[in-house]
C-alpha cells in the first residue's frame, strides 16, 4: 500500500469519527438503520359548522343533537324539522320522534369533513307511554339496553337537552316495545367523554304512587 493510499484512508477515517461526534453533540443519534416513522396522526377538528337560519319554510325547532366525534360526544345546533304523517298525538313522544330522525341522519360533507359520525341506527321510532309508566317516560321501537352503547349514549345526551323532552336535570327513563318496566340512564361528563362506557342497563323506575 502506497503512503498515499494510507493518507487517504486516514483522512477519510477521521472524518467519520469528526462526523459522529458532531451528530452526537446535535442530540442526533447515528443509525444505520432505516428508519420508517408511518404518516402523520389523522386528527378531526370537532368545529361545529355554521347552521342556516331557516330552511326554506320546512316547520322545525333549534335543537342540539349529540354526535359523535373525536371517540366522544359533542353537541351540534340543528333546525329539526316536526315529522309528517306520523299517528302521534302525545307532544312529548313527537318530539322525540324528531330527535330521533336528526339523529339517524348522515351528518352533511361539512360535518364529515369535522370528524362528525352517529351511531343511531335508521328507523327507530318513539311511541306514548304506557298508562302505568312514570311520568316523562318515552318508549322506543327497540329495548334501549339492545342498541349500541353509543347510539344509546348520544340519545340519552340529547334528550336530556332537551327542554320539551326533560324538565330539568335529571335521569332520562326510556322504555321498550314490550312490557318491560322502563329504565332511567343519565347523560354524565363520563357518558360524554366515553359513550361506550354508559350502563347497558338503567336503573329501574317504579311509577310514584298517588296520594291518598
Request: proline letters at 12%; hydrophobic letters at 35%.
Amino acid at each position: 500500500m502506497t503512503r498515499t493510499r494510507r493518507t487517504r484512508r486516514a483522512l477519510a477515517a477521521g472524518l467519520a469519527v469528526l462526523t459522529l461526534s458532531a451528530l452526537s453533540g446535535c442530540g442526533i443519534r447515528a443509525t444505520t438503520v432505516p428508519v420508517d416513522v408511518g404518516a402523520a396522526p389523522s386528527r378531526v377538528s370537532c368545529d361545529t359548522p355554521a347552521q342556516p337560519s331557516g330552511q326554506g319554510g320546512v316547520q322545525g325547532f333549534r335543537a342540539t343533537v349529540e354526535l359523535v366525534c373525536g371517540s366522544q360526544l359533542v353537541g351540534v345546533e340543528r333546525v329539526v324539522p316536526v315529522p309528517e304523517k306520523r299517528p302521534l298525538r302525545d307532544p312529548v313522544a313527537l318530539v322525540v320522534q324528531a330527535l330521533l330522525e336528526a339523529l339517524e341522519k348522515t351528518p352533511s360533507g361539512e360535518e364529515r369533513d369535522a370528524g362528525f359520525t352517529t351511531g343511531v341506527p335508521a328507523g327507530l321510532t318513539a311511541g306514548a307511554p304506557r298508562p302505568s309508566d312514570p311520568a316523562g317516560t318515552v318508549r322506543l321501537s327497540r329495548k334501549p339496553e339492545d342498541l349500541p352503547p353509543v347510539a344509546l349514549s348520544q340519545i340519552v345526551c340529547t334528550l336530556a337537552g332537551s327542554e320539551a323532552v326533560s324538565a330539568g336535570p335529571g335521569p332520562v327513563v326510556l322504555g321498550g316495545p314490550d312490557a318491560d318496566p322502563p329504565r332511567a340512564w343519565e347523560c354524565t361528563d363520563t357518558v360524554r367523554s366515553r359513550p361506550e362506557s354508559i350502563p347497558t342497563l338503567g336503573e329501574i323506575v317504579r311509577p310514584t304512587a298517588s296520594p291518598s
